[in-house]
């Protein structure tokens, strides 16, 4: 007999394994612990979902979305192109990361778990990076906007902001972010020095 899936049962999962991603971390989250959390069994939480990745996958994705988003409000707001970079910059490499006690960090632990032939991650990267990089063509002043043309600038840039996601604990490095923010934004307006 099929168990009828009942709405409150999906959403107690989700809220559980959110608050376990954001406080232990993908990889210390078990099924058996989200299961706890949400007031069910292990076995209850396959009925809703595939795997932890799954939980996990209908999580990240918006919520990353809706940061990328926000960033983009954020910078169509700032007239000036130097402020309106480093706004973007420091947003995507410090705000991001450390938000949610380094919830983005997730993202790096559930890559390593996931088997090479499953492309979600990595779609899901693609689809993040596609729109870092239309942000970034507004952003940088119209002389400099063929540095984001091919995609391959928002590709480093987001896999920066992986890095600081790792790093997103260690509070003595913000004033060296900062630093990577002001070096990286005179280099992307072509005003070294």
Do not use: C
């Amino acid at each position: 007999m099929v168990q009828k899936k009942k709405p409150e049962i999906r959403e107690a999962i989700l809220a559980a394994a959110y608050d376990l991603f954001r406080d232990r971390g993908y990889a210390f989250s078990t099924v058996s612990a989200i299961a706890r959390a949400a007031d069910t069994s292990a076995a209850n939480i396959y009925v809703y979902f595939g795997s932890k990745l799954d939980i996990f996958l209908e999580l990240y994705e918006p919520w990353m979305m809706g940061r990328i988003d926000a960033l983009h409000e954020k910078v169509r707001s700032i007239p000036e192109p130097d402020v309106r970079l480093k706004a973007f910059l420091h947003t995507l490499w410090h705000d991001i990361p450390v938000e949610e006690n380094g919830f983005s960090s997730n993202v790096l632990q559930a890559l390593a778990t996931v088997p090479e032939d499953d492309p979600r991650i990595r779609d899901l990267s693609r689809r993040a990076e596609a729109r870092i990089s239309e942000i970034l063509v507004e952003t940088l002043p119209e002389d400099r906007r063929h540095l984001a043309g091919d995609g391959a600038l928002a590709r480093l840039l987001a896999a920066a902001s992986d890095g600081f996601s790792v790093n997103h604990h260690d509070q003595s490095s913000l004033e060296l972010t900062r630093a990577a923010v002001d070096l990286t934004a005179r280099l992307m307006l072509g005003r070294p020095g």
